[in-house]
């Protein structure tokens, strides 16, 4: 081998250094810690399993909106704070598609009648409309108009769905509508019902684990969890593979550019608000199939516009912080990071102290907890505490975000660099180590490579939003 040409990488240092490794890593870490905490607190192993499929499955989905919302603010700088109206679009238009056709004398509405795969497709379509609607005037503008205009967005929506004015309507013979308030109930047999849950060889799977672990009580709802999880698994890697081909291509490293200086990249000849509105339906089509996605295995099939709320736009931001934006690695690793430390950890670990202490009757006020310090007595103001987790998580994450702005506002993956142009602008035959792209860093698999404190002429620093 020549001077000139660059040093191969051993293959087990990539596949030590790349995003791939990183996920499973982050994920494995994450599980072990549920179930050492589960073993010392003598928590079944039928309750440690059941809570890991939850997590597992709240990880996928959260993984999902983070992934779309890096498109959005990540690549292209657009802030988007509606991304829990995109998700109801499609998860009621999923139902409003595949619901049965209604009886002519029932007394709610029903639906098309129509295949799963068509109310998936259904969902994505009309989340991308919507969006196509929510940007056509607001991309146009600059700053944070986008983000007031996509806020009201989200809340017109709940409101419309909350509404009794839609609950029936009939169109071309068949009632349809939104089910006001009660929201919309799915009760039809599924595909995944007549393929999996009700058949032959997944009762053999359920029988098996249970006779080989002999665990107490059936493994039944939790093994379909698992399967549910697992599916959603394979999207969420549909998901990476599709921004990272994304953020590769010609049109992603103009999105970069507009993210980065929208002047500049309009100067240089790009369409920018055309890009803009690509990218924005782009991602309003995968919040829309994440929504759809998250009421059929996390709801059970059913809708409700309560479910719909401002802060879970808030939860999907947190976890892109905590990842940093820009990186599709961080996206996923934040959405379990979030889940599993900030969301479910802090009720795991109250379920699982209270399971070796024995806590008094909680005081019903703040007053009443700080007023055990008089007497040298914490307990009380622990046993509130603990008795108020679900209040906490939310101090917690106000807590988290603080200190993550000021010690590390770039989040966990923030700082990469990526190369302007997917080959080598150097001949390889006359180029150095250092001056082919990627051979000063570990390779990464979403379209950068870990920063080593140097922006190369072809890269693009993404700093504080990532790259």
Same mark, same amino acid.
């Given at each position: 081998m020549s001077?000139?040409?660059? %040093?191969e990488a051993d293959p087990l240092d990539r596949l030590r250094d790349s995003d791939v490794t990183l996920i499973v890593g982050g994920? %494995? $870490?994450l599980y072990l810690a549920y179930v050492l905490v589960g073993i010392v607190a003598g928590l079944s192993p039928r309750g440690i399993f059941a809570t890991i499929t939850q997590l597992t499955l709240l990880i996928t989905i959260y993984a999902m909106l983070t992934l779309a919302l890096n498109l959005?603010?990540?690549y292209t700088g657009l802030f988007n704070i509606g991304? =829990?109206?995109f998700m109801a679009v499609g998860g009621y238009t999923f139902l409003m598609v595949t619901m049965p056709v209604a009886e002519p004398a029932a007394r709610s509405a029903g639906g098309l009648g129509l295949p799963f795969v068509v109310g998936l497709v259904g969902a994505v379509v009309a989340a991308a409309l919507l969006g196509f609607v929510v940007g056509l005037p607001s991309l146009r503008l600059r700053a944070d /108009?986008? $983000?007031i205009t996509t806020i009201a967005m989200s809340e017109i929506v709940r409101y419309f769905y909350q509404s009794? $004015?839609?609950?029936?309507?009939?169109?071309?013979g068949i009632l349809l509508g939104t089910g006001g308030g009660s929201g919309l109930v799915g009760g039809y047999t599924t595909p995944f019902d007549? /393929? =999996? /849950?009700?058949?032959?060889?997944?009762e053999g799977v359920v029988e098996f684990v249970d006779t080989t672990f002999q665990i107490s009580g059936t493994l039944g709802p939790n093994i379909e969890t698992l399967f549910d999880a697992l599916v959603l698994v394979v999207v969420v890697v549909g998901f990476y593979w599709l921004l990272k081909r994304t953020g590769e291509s010609p049109f992603g490293r103009v999105l970069k550019a507009i993210r980065e200086d929208e002047d500049v990249a309009g100067a240089l000849g790009k369409d920018t608000g055309r890009f803009k509105m690509k990218s924005f339906m782009l991602g309003c089509a995968l919040m829309g199939l994440a929504g759809a996605l998250y009421v059929f295995f996390q709801l059970g099939n059913t809708v409700n516009p309560t479910v719909f709320r401002p802060r879970l736009t808030f939860f999907v931001w947190v976890a892109l912080i905590l990842g940093g934006a820009g990186?599709?690695?961080g996206s996923v690793l934040g959405a379990a990071l979030f889940v599993g430390v900030l969301f479910r950890g802090p009720l795991y670990l109250k379920n699982a102290i209270e399971n070796l202490v024995e806590f008094p009757d909680a005081p019903d006020t703040v007053a009443g907890g700080l007023s055990g310090f008089l007497s040298l007595d914490p307990v009380p103001f622990i046993a509130f505490l603990f008795d108020n987790m679900g209040s906490l998580r939310i101090i917690l994450l106000g807590v988290v975000l603080i200190v993550l702005m000021k010690r590390r506002p770039q989040g966990l993956l923030g700082h990469r660099t990526e190369t302007a142009a997917a080959v080598p602008l150097v001949p390889v035959e006359t180029a150095t180590p250092s001056s082919v792209a990627g051979s000063d860093g570990a390779e990464a698999t979403d379209g950068g490579r870990v920063d080593t404190g140097q922006v190369d002429n072809e890269g693009v620093d993404g700093g504080g939003e990532g790259s």
């Open positions: 001077s000139g040409e660059p %040093a994920l %494995a $870490a959005h603010w990540g991304i =829990v109206g /108009y986008l $983000a009794n $004015a839609f609950q029936e309507v009939e169109l071309g007549t /393929y =999996v /849950y009700d058949a032959g060889w997944f990186s599709n690695t």
